[in-house]
């Protein structure tokens, strides 16, 4: 009943949308100028690193899992197109990863992840990271990091048109749209999409001995979906805004190496259907805002997995058939004000209600979170500026202990563009619905997670008339106590328990560079990332894994992306480096349990031609130039070299 009242709700609120588009409404809002002399320092309250618009564009017909890849330090696990991609930072797991849209959480509710393969970047219009004490003044949960993905209206555009068509290499095809109306008052806007492959590539079968090529089967997928949005200006200094984002994804799942030649006719897919509709409302006046934000989540996903003996008897031999639906209710409300040059307050309140509904629980199992949180940002000297938060959240009514966040930043000389600061933060991660209550194996007793985390950071941006620069550098620590690890028993099924202290470090560098000259505009970024991770808990020194790199966290991640334009031609290039990562806690030891370091490089040229009325390019992009022979994931083949062909026209 609860949801369905929501769900009318939610429609009672759209229905006053048209009624608020007529509204005499000035397509511009105008703030009390606030004028701070002195050296620079970033305006916002902590440091994040927001991926370029040119990034995005350049993966406009990709996913969020192959952009982040390309033009961070995130560290992308991949099972393969198609299939699962999850993102961990700075040495955590995908589950402390938190990703928000529009401030609502997109993380399950039952698994605690995001699989970053069902996000098109076309979908989204700025992508920010944050790290450390910004995690932390966000919401709580990003004990790595949080992704953030914003849709921003762009007023008085007029019509809005971007059709983008890819084909390559085994049978892939994608279809990706935009269209909309962008006025002084109303925007409204469609984007939708639909992509497909059989997947049919040839691979290197390490399992087999001796190896041998093979060709993958069972790995076909489409997905399809669209965003509808709609902003209207509904009165003096105020925005109301709408979302729907609905999206279905229909993926075979291929055999891992090891079990090709096994027999057993697997049938393995996984079905997801999602649908997420938010409305939300913003008051400007001098000095500061108010943002309200409602927004209703529900998610359906069918796992099937069967094999049988042989094909004469066709007797099961495995059979899985796992349903599961969820339900999620979120409300953000967040106000901030700038006293007076030197002082901005913030204030914040949170809710989620989930609700999931699965065949591998014992019954509907229902978790209300809260979170109010208050912060200041305050420069009390023109080359000092410092951010602190302090947030405290409920579970079921049940509190949990202060959180604060603090950041520091200092710029130590007039004449150049250098901030050196520091940052320190407490964060806390609830266990998932699945850790809690899967049957069986589910542990009801389980606590959050609790980081600490200590940051230094130096940032140099010096420029002059042709170019500019922007270099960042990071050293961090991250004590996380009472990890959650599930661990096998001796029923023959795993348990979730607190079992492990990580301890998390290491040095994050990034380099971005822009130059226009003549006749060429060149454009370059590159990040570098050495992670150690290890578990430095009492049980780990007992069973003598204490001090070994975690699995699937490369100790060394660095990329390279880079786009050269002459006229109307431009060359496109894109390289990533993954170390060695472990794939047991003996990696180090036995040479099957880890994984070999590979290199990636993509290019791509293209050429544009300007019409009487919008743009035409034309693309070709070679993917895994270099062919390599690879697996992000143990016994998961990736592709070689392959191609794709991409047409795109823009008003």
Known sequence: ???????????????????????????????????????????????????????????????????????????????????????SFRGTSAN???????DIPLNSPNLGQVDFSMIPVQFVDQLQLAWGSAASAMRSGGLG????????????????????????????????????????????????????????????????????MMKQTSADYTDYGFLQELHIYTGKNSQLSAYSWNQWNNRNLPPIMTNIEKGGQPTEFQYDRFHRHMVAFKQFWSGGKLEAKAAYFTENQHYYLKTINNPEDNETVTLIDSRNTTHAFHTVLQANHQLNWWLELT???????????????EKLQKRQR??????????????????????????????????????????PFDKLPLTIGIGLNRNLRYPSLNDLYWFPGGNAKLKPEIGHTAE???????????????????????DVSDWIQWKPTSYRYWVPVNIARVFARGVELNWQWEGDFNLFHLQ???????????????????????????????????????????????????????????????????????????????????????LSQGKLTAEFQVLNLLNSHYQAVMWRPMPGRNFQLLLRYAL
Do not use: C
């Not at 402390?96 to 529009?102: A, D, E, K, S």
């Open 1 to 87: 009943m609860k949801e369905v009242f929501i769900r009318h709700v939610f429609l009672f609120l759209l229905g006053f949308v048209p009624m608020l588009a007529e509204a005499v409404i000035p397509d511009t809002v105008y703030l009390d100028a606030v004028e701070v002399k002195g050296r620079h320092l970033k305006k916002a309250s902590f440091q994040t690193h927001s991926l370029d618009s040119l990034s995005i564009a350049a993966y406009s017909a990709s996913d969020l899992g192959s952009l982040l890849a390309a033009g961070s330090n995130v560290f992308i696990k991949n099972y393969g197109p198609g299939g699962l991609s999850t993102a």
């Open 96 to 102: 402390q990863t938190l990703v928000l849209w529009n």
């Open 145 to 212: 990091g949080v992704v953030s993905l914003d849709n921003k209206p762009d007023f008085n555009r007029k019509l809005i048109l971007d059709v983008v068509q890819t084909a390559g290499s085994y049978r892939h095809f994608g279809s990706y749209g935009t269209l909309g109306y962008s006025g002084r008052k109303v925007i409204v806007k469609t984007r939708a999409f639909r992509k497909s492959a059989l997947n049919d590539f040839e691979f290197l079968n390490t399992a087999l001995l001796p190896q041998a």
């Open 347 to 361: 204030a914040g309140y949170t809710m989620d209600q989930e609700a999931v509904n699965t065949t591998n629980f």
């Open 370 to 411: 809260n979170l109010m949180k208050l912060g200041a940002t305050f420069r009390p000297l023109q080359d000092f500026k410092g951010s602190v938060y302090f947030s405290r959240e409920y579970v079921d009514g049940k509190a949990s202990g202060l959180s604060p966040a603090l950041e520091l930043a200092y710029v």
């Open 456 to 478: 230094l950071f130096v940032n140099l941006n010096p420029q002059n008339s042709h170019s500019k620069h922007k270099v960042n550098a990071s050293m961090f620590f991250s």
């Open 524 to 610: 370059a970024s590159a990040n570098f990332a050495y992670t150690r991770t290890t578990d430095e808990s009492p049980v780990a020194k007992i069973e003598n894994t204490a001090g070994k790199q975690l699995m699937y966290i490369p100790r060394h991640h660095a990329n390279l992306m880079a786009q050269l334009d002459i006229r109307q031609y431009y060359v496109k290039t894109a390289a990533e480096f993954v170390g060695k990562r472990n794939t047991s806690l003996n990696g180090e030891e036995i040479f099957t349990n880890s994984l070999k370091p590979y290199v990636l490089f993509n290019l791509a040229l293209g050429k544009s031609w300007k």
